[in-house]
């Protein structure tokens, strides 16, 4: 068994050499920081929902939702502010991996697809941060499904309208079944500095990250779907956001049990990206 361990260290040590070039470390800073106010945002979002779930008063609630309950605390304001900052990092990230492909996705239509998902996602954590920002200074923000449901509504009036919200429900599907092969195949753990990392912490990231990106993918699928069900029967009240999936979970057999997983599961997915906020591998 040691045996086996140290050459698995001293194989990912000889790995690491592969990767001593990384982005410029401002960039790969941002990127740490922004793994982190994402992990902050899921265990916040899962905590509540866990609270939902066994009756302590907690509430099903999106990303912005999260934030309200962050500002309410002490010194809310100024954590907020830190989340800000790492939420637009996260995004800037986003980008950079759509554009610079440092992933090495590559130019097929799976590189694409895989691409053009960075994209939505930067979108979406961009918003989270200017939602952030405007909770800061005491702005109303729509923490709701209703938000989502205005935005369909609005895209379903623009010429390839229901086209365009078929994409994306596909693209939100399509990142939902990516967890669930990362969660099934360990491909995450593929990211993570292995010779960085001690062996309880290894064994750490790796049951909390396949649990996590399960509960993450299933999230995500059910997004996607009602995302689809807008765009065929052109109907924006069919449009969820995180809460309501969530809420959806409730409703099915099971209901809480089922939602007290998936709720557990997206904070253990908050925790795993604490771990990539400090040993995920950033390619140049």
């Not at 982190?36 to 265990?43: E, L, M, P, R, W």
């Not at 900052?85 to 995004?91: D, R, T």
């Not at 904070?267 to 995920?280: C, I, P, Q, T």
Request: some cysteine; aromatic content about 14%; glycine content about 8%.
């Amino acid at each position: 068994m040691e045996k086996d361990l140290s050459q698995h260290k001293a194989h990912a040590e000889r790995k690491a050499e592969e990767y001593k070039e990384e982005a410029a470390p401002w960039i790969v800073g941002m990127a740490r920081f922004g793994h982190f106010s994402k992990g902050a945002v899921y265990i916040v979002i899962g905590i509540l929902a866990v609270m939902a779930a066994f009756g302590l008063q907690g509430k099903l609630t999106t990303s912005s939702g999260a934030l309200y309950t962050i500002a309410k605390q002490p010194f809310g304001s100024a954590m907020l502010a830190v989340l800000a900052a790492g939420l637009a990092g996260y995004a800037f990230w986003q980008v950079i991996m759509a554009v610079f492909d440092p992933e090495h996705k590559g130019k097929d239509a799976k590189g694409w697809f895989a691409r053009m998902s960075y994209l939505i996602i930067a979108a979406i954590y961009f918003s989270l941060c200017f939602n952030a920002i405007k909770i800061i200074f005491r702005a109303s923000v729509n923490t709701s499904s209703e938000k989502y449901q205005s935005l369909s509504a609005k895209a379903l009036a623009q010429p390839f309208g229901q086209t365009i919200i078929a994409v994306i429900g596909a693209v939100f599907i399509g990142i939902g079944v990516f967890n669930f092969y990362k969660a099934y195949t360990e491909k995450f753990k593929n990211r993570l500095k292995r010779h960085e990392m001690n062996q309880k912490e290894w064994k750490s990231a790796r049951y909390i990250g396949k649990f996590g990106l399960f509960a993450h993918g299933v999230v995500f699928a059910i997004v996607g779907i009602f995302l689809i069900r807008t765009a065929i029967q052109a109907d924006p009240d069919e449009t969820k956001g995180l809460d309501g999936a969530l809420a959806e979970l409730v409703k099915q057999p099971f209901g809480p049990v089922l939602l007290s997983v998936v709720a557990l599961g997206l904070v253990a997915y908050g925790a795993y990206l604490l771990f990539e906020a400090k040993y995920r591998r950033l390619d140049p």
